[in-house]
């Protein structure tokens, strides 16, 4: 199951990555810079993935 989830993820990723790139070629016709700016800061920022620890109610940090 946990293949089958990675695969798929996978696949959508890239449906999702070639799809904006056909946006961006396509606004590059047009010469639309302000939708292909958005398009290359979009594909290009880095996105963080901090892991928050968990608290309780009190402020506390949850260990178990």
Same mark, same amino acid.
């Given at each position: 199951? =946990?293949?089958?989830?990675?695969? %798929?993820?996978?696949?959508? $990723?890239?449906?999702?990555? &070639? ?10 016709? $047009?010469? &639309? ?10 594909? %290009?920022?880095?996105?963080? =993935?901090? =892991?928050?620890?968990? $608290?309780? %109610? ?5 260990? $178990?």
């Amino acid at each position: 199951m =946990n293949k089958e989830i990675k695969k %798929s993820t996978s696949t959508d $990723k890239r449906v999702f990555y &070639d799809a904006l790139a056909t946006e961006a070629e396509q606004a590059a016709g $047009k010469r &639309d810079l302000s939708t292909l700016y958005k398009i290359t800061r979009t594909l %290009s920022t880095k996105k963080s =993935n901090q =892991n928050m620890p968990v $608290k309780d %109610s009190e402020g506390h940090t949850i260990t $178990k």
